[in-house]
């Protein structure tokens, strides 16, 4: 490939792949910003009972609605500020990094294991399978989600673990659908016939030759609903049916400060802000993925 | 007889990552009225670039230049968006090589050969409607009132090429410029095709571009031929004098490629040229076919090689002599 | 036609057979419904006399089939709080509901089209960026976050919009544009990955050839072709936000389906979640269909029969 002719008239050189896929992850602005952001908030949750300079669940009723430092009257014994329970805010911030990582990711796994199955099974089998679980998919997606976890969560009891099961449970559809349709593509492909052909049995199949090349849009696809996960355990918990306090979860803390929003807006605006800021740089990645993996999906 | 389409120096660059690929290079043709002009060449030698370049339709990276680009004496090179777009169409028509994709398949077939007309003529409707049926008659289609009413992916691959061709001569075009408009379709409707534009060429008296890769096309329809490789001419004149008189070895290689009726014996091997076309990015030296030819010299290395005109309208780009190109054909046919 | 619209009807009946059972199991072994609606402070005695009031003793499939027998003829039970048949009540919500989610539909399609067709058009460009910025910074806030923002900005700070209730008008400006926005980024990006995929399709250089100016092969040529499967996606997303509106509406305190079901989940009034959750999910149904019966009259390659 890389001889050249005596002369002029060159051949374009190659690059391998990994060092292809090296180049264009380091790249891509997007999924840097996300994948750094992100680091940032895990190392935060990670390290939160070390960093955090108070205990966040600690009332102090003589120090409420301290503002943050950037006010006149804020001072540095609460960078941002304290409660209307007089508990400092950074510590609360810190330490709801953890809530929020901890149901994200757990909702995301649990669903991903629930959608990946029943969309592999339905792509790869087909007809009455791919029937039942494309029925189950439209289904799962005609039910309003919010509503029903409200009411489950409202009905047992917030805890963390219940939380993570609902969620786990109603958000698995856009995983089966990714997947099926993945599933679907590669299926009619030939290196499929070709390991049917040297007699594979099906479930090496499936495990050997589908799932490395579904495996970047599952990644996609996860990235994607941690975020969703993260987004619906702070309404939950805003609505007051979610995490319960004391315990400092982002979407908690927006509302126990919604009646003091008007005077001190930073109350809701730093909680937001960093819920935000969780689910833009996931998103980020997940894009990031999908853009660095597939380019040609790209304009 | 006035020249429809002057192009003399027509260069075609690509920005990419790699480099500036020189596309189209120095590329030099006229077509005239009720003439026919052959484009031939393998995928990539730049012919579809240079019908595009024409019509000003090239791709967003791509960028043109020329000495020359002139259409019924107007020169292109100057002529603005809104003046371009009123010519395409109207004065020159493009048919190009997918018809199964080339028509919108939201609308109607009357609707798009409509739309052709009403853009560039102050017509009514109704008037449109007729000539496209006209035309669809002309193009061999029958039942043509009816089928207005069709949409493309209710006819078949030769019926749409037919409605692109109708299409094309909704406004009485003077000049068509059909890219490889045969290739997608099958064989027996081939010539049908074929048959077909150039009958409908003598009776409008256009002038046609044909771009092709296949010579056995180029045989039954073409007037004069330009062959190019690797974004240049290396060969032009009148079809009948390079089938009969290959100079170039390129053009040669071609010709030993395929059965040609009359000449080829029965049993005789078909040749084939080795090796690939080369990429024509970065600094470009010598002949680009060096690679490929059988009478590589140093020179052909060295120099740049230049178009040779050796009579009115007889060129070739090789540095070897008329004569010799003559003694290796002859020497490579027995 | 008449086979096609069939399959539809009778998957539209096995989903709503499928959510309300689902919904049904659900709220009945979450907890113990007969005690979440005695109240916090009720003995054990009364949670029993409001067990076996409701019919709540029975075994669970029993109490299914009879709430399915009755919800076939219409009726679907008496709401816990308000002692009224529950399709009165909803009755009335609906409407509020349904123009909330139409408002904040066509936010996201004015807005989420245009910008689509625009960052197609120049690729690559700031314009292109920002479109895409704004897309992502929009679906990453939380829908009562951008509420609260709404409010506190044009509500307190700006004074222009009222910020609570559904009387005028003028209330449902800022809710429709904080349900709206949610779906705004998806549309955008959909229009503007088919609009460039349409561009560079054969058919879109065939009308160039034709000489037809750039509006034409724009909007007449290249957006029919690719608002064919944004239409879909709307179809969705207005069903989305019907679930959706939850939230919004318990932020401005619009009287609406969502904030209904809200009151009624704090209320344990069960015959209510249930009659919204059927009634959300038949809205799906039906939507997506209509979106498909829709699709079939855009794009003629797919029309049936």
Request: hydrophobic share 50%.
């Amino acid at each position: 490939m890389s001889e050249q002719a005596a002369g002029h008239i060159q051949e374009v050189e190659f690059p391998s792949p990994g060092e292809i896929l090296r180049r264009r992850t380091l790249a891509h602005k997007g999924f840097m910003i996300g994948a750094g952001v992100l680091c940032f908030l895990l190392l935060v949750a990670l390290l939160a009972p070390a960093l955090a300079p108070h205990d966040p669940y600690r009332q102090d009723l003589g120090n409420r609605l301290v503002d943050p430092i950037w006010h006149e009257k804020g001072t540095w014994a609460h960078p941002l500020g304290t409660d209307n329970l007089g508990r400092d805010y950074l510590s609360r911030l810190m330490y709801g990094a953890r809530i929020s990582l901890l149901i994200g990711v757990s909702a995301m796994i649990l669903s991903g294991l629930i959608g990946v199955s029943l969309g592999i099974v339905a792509g790869y089998f087909g007809g009455r399978v791919d029937m039942v679980v494309s029925f189950l998919i439209t289904t799962r997606l005609s039910m309003p989600v919010v509503l029903v976890a409200l009411a489950v969560v409202a009905l047992i009891g917030g805890s963390l673990n219940v939380i993570i099961l609902v969620l786990g449970l109603l958000i698995w559809d856009r995983f089966a659908v990714v997947m099926r349709s993945s599933t679907q593509q590669i299926r009619s492909s030939d290196y499929i016939s070709a390991a049917k052909a040297i007699g594979c049995s099906t479930p090496r199949i499936l495990f050997t030759e589908l799932m490395p090349n579904v495996l970047n849009n599952l990644i996609v696809v996860a990235t994607l609903e941690i975020a969703h996960a993260v987004l619906l355990e702070a309404a939950l918990s805003f609505l007051g049916m979610g995490v319960q306090p004391p315990l400092p979860s982002w979407g908690l803390m927006v509302s126990e400060g919604k009646e003091f929003m008007l005077f001190s807006p930073w109350i809701i605006m730093i909680p937001g802000f960093v819920l935000s800021l969780l689910v833009l740089s996931v998103n980020l990645m997940g894009d990031g993925i999908r853009d660095i993996t597939a380019p040609e999906g790209r304009s | 007889m006035s020249a429809l389409l002057e192009v003399r120096g027509l260069h075609v660059e690509i920005l990419l990552a790699g480099g500036l690929l020189k596309a189209v290079r120095d590329v030099t043709f006229t077509v005239d009225r009720g003439q026919t002009l052959a484009l031939v060449g393998e995928s990539g030698c730049g012919k579809s670039l240079t019908a595009l370049a024409v019509m000003d339709l090239l791709p967003p990276r791509a960028q043109r230049r020329a000495e020359r680009l002139r259409f019924e004496g107007l020169d292109l090179r100057k002529a603005r968006t809104r003046r371009m777009a009123d010519l395409r169409g109207n004065k020159i028509a493009m048919i190009f090589q997918e018809p199964m994709t080339s028509l919108n398949p939201c609308y109607t077939i009357g609707n798009q050969l409509q739309e052709a007309m009403l853009r560039h003529r102050k017509v009514s409707r109704k008037e449109a409607q007729d000539r496209a049926v006209f035309l669809l008659e002309k193009v061999g289609i029958t039942a043509a009132a009816s089928r207005l009413r069709q949409y493309p992916h209710q006819l078949s691959g030769g019926l749409r090429q037919r409605v692109m061709i109708a299409m094309g001569l909704m406004c009485g075009p003077a000049m068509i410029i059909a890219d490889e408009p045969t290739t997608a379709l099958d064989v027996t409707i081939q010539a049908q095709i074929l048959s077909l534009l150039a009958s409908l060429q003598k009776e409008f008296q256009m002038g046609l571009l044909l771009i092709t890769h296949d010579l056995g096309i180029v045989a039954r329809v073409a007037d004069r031929v330009n062959v190019m490789y690797c974004g240049e001419v290396v060969e032009s004149g009148e079809a009948l004098q390079i089938f009969d008189n290959p100079l170039h070895p390129y053009t040669q290689g071609l010709l030993r490629c395929i059965p040609i009726p009359g000449k080829t014996k029965p049993g005789e091997h078909l040749g084939s040229i080795p090796g690939v076309v080369p990429t024509p990015i970065g600094d470009l030296k010598g002949c680009a076919f060096r690679n490929r030819c059988a009478f590589l010299s140093n020179a052909c290395t060295a120099e740049n090689v230049v178009l040779r005109e050796i009579s009115n309208d007889r060129a070739y780009r090789c540095l070897l002599s008329p004569e010799t190109c003559a003694q290796n054909l002859r020497g490579r046919s027995t | 036609m008449l086979a096609y619209t069939l399959k539809r009807f009778s998957l539209a009946v096995l989903v709503a057979l499928t959510v309300s059972f689902v919904t049904f199991m659900l709220l009945r072994f979450s907890g113990d419904p007969a005690a979440a609606l005695a109240g916090v402070n009720a003995t054990p005695r009364q949670i029993e006399f409001v067990r076996v009031k409701y019919g709540m003793d029975r075994p669970v499939l029993i109490q299914y089939a009879a709430w399915a027998r009755r919800a076939l003829e219409g009726d679907f039970g008496e709401s816990n709080y308000f002692n009224q048949p529950v399709q009165a009540i909803i009755g009335g919500r609906l409407s509020v509901t349904m123009t909330l989610g139409g408002c904040a539909l066509a936010f996201a399609v004015l807005l989420g089209i245009p910008m689509g067709v625009l960052a197609a058009v120049r690729p690559n460009t700031w314009v292109d960026r920002v479109a895409l910025t704004i897309s992502v910074i929009g679906q990453a806030m939380p829908s009562f976050f951008f509420g609260l923002i709404l409010i506190i900005v044009f509500g307190v700070m700006l004074r222009w919009l009222p910020i609570s209730g559904s009387d005028s008008w003028r209330h449902f400006v800022l809710p429709s544009i904080a349900l709206g926005y949610y779906a705004t980024p998806a549309i955008m990006r959909l229009t503007r990955s088919g609009m460039l995929e349409v561009l560079a399709s054969d058919y879109i250089r065939t009308a160039k050839a034709k000489g037809l100016r750039s509006g034409s092969v724009l909007f007449k040529h290249a957006l029919r072709n690719a608002i064919i499967p944004v239409v879909s996606l709307l179809a969705v997303q207005f069903g989305f936000m019907l679930g959706g509106s939850l939230v919004i509406e318990t932020i401005f305190a619009i009287n609406g389906v969502g904030f209904l079901g809200y009151e009624s989940i704090s209320r344990a009034d069960l015959p209510m979640v249930q009659a919204i959750v059927l009634l959300v999910s038949m809205f799906y149904v039906v939507l997506t269909f209509l979106a498909d019966l829709f699709n079939a009259f855009l794009d003629p390659r797919i029309r049936v029969g």
